[in-house]
């Protein structure tokens, strides 16, 4: 057995779970304290680097514990700062997170499972099929990789924010089919981290039972629902858990979650031409999410060598100016990093096939 298999990983403790370790070791409570502080406030990766640790305790923990046992094997990163990492985790699978630089803001674009299985057909995830949940430990260490790269001055040309402010799960999988480890992910990355849970944002493409199990959470989470038609057949192909979980009713559900939550809610609509991206689909959705507390993002479809394509910009300003004067405010999301295949999972497809050097 080694190292990864027998010692616990503390990137994925809980504050409480921490303070029973340390007092498994018959340490002082104020250790828990500390340590958290190294690991995750300062992202710091070595014990060796905790300078206000006695040497002893230092000693105590080598042999003891791992902060991690992930990796970063590639990053990349395009003219706006916008970067990719690609992260090996120790059964040698990898998945893919951004640190997107917006206004200067750094925001963590993380994954939570390696894969998934929803199956849309314009994700790269989604094409290359299921692998497995993420654990805690994989999904917060992602962004400690990413504060580490910036406190290493990585993004100092792109801006002087020297902290991630902001987390998004919308890099790879359903983060709502691994419901326990992303919760147990988010209490580490604000209780611990300190990322206000406001700056926090789940996105789904739809799984109704988990989106009324987090209304029932003591805590308000916010939601993005990726909704891209609100026409079922064409929803059917665009988001196939559509079968199971129809448009009509995620919408009910998602009034409810706006209303029992007082948030308001994203609706994501990746622009596909010739799908969902009409004068009359506009207008059909200002019908359909009338009277819902929202905002919506249009997106424009990321190349991925699928059939789909994006439309003309005029098409979706168009679109936009519809839900506009439908009265919602209504964004087009820059495809950051575009030039570095900014879309979801495409790093790791194409790592797969290429043997890649290790960058950082
Ligand atoms: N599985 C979750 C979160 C990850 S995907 C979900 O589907 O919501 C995050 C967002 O990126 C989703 O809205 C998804 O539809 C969108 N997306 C995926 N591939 C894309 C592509 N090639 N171009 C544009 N948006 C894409
Ligand atoms: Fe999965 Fe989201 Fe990609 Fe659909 S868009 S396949 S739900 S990661």
Redesign the pocket.
Known sequence: MNDTQTKPILVGYTRPELEALIASWEEKPFRARQLEKWIFEKAARRFEDMSDLSKLFRQKLQENALISPHEVIQTTTSSDGTTKFLIRLSDGQSVECVTIVQERRLTACVSSQVG?N???PF?A??LSGFRRNLTPAEIVDQFLLMQAAVNAGAFSEYTDNDRISNIVFMG???PLLNYDAVLKSIEILNRQVGIGIRRITIST?GVIPRIERLMQEPRDYSLAI?LHSVNPSVRDEL?PINKKYTVDELLKVTRRYTETTGRRVTFEYTMLEGYNSSLQDAEALAKAIKGIHCHVNLIAYNPVGSKFQAPPRAEILAFQNVLAQAGFPVTIRQNHGQDDMAA?GQLRIQSAEIPLPTVI
Do not use: F, I, L, Y
């Open positions: 998934c929803v199956g849309c994700c995830t989604g790879m999988g359903e493409s990726s988001v979801c």
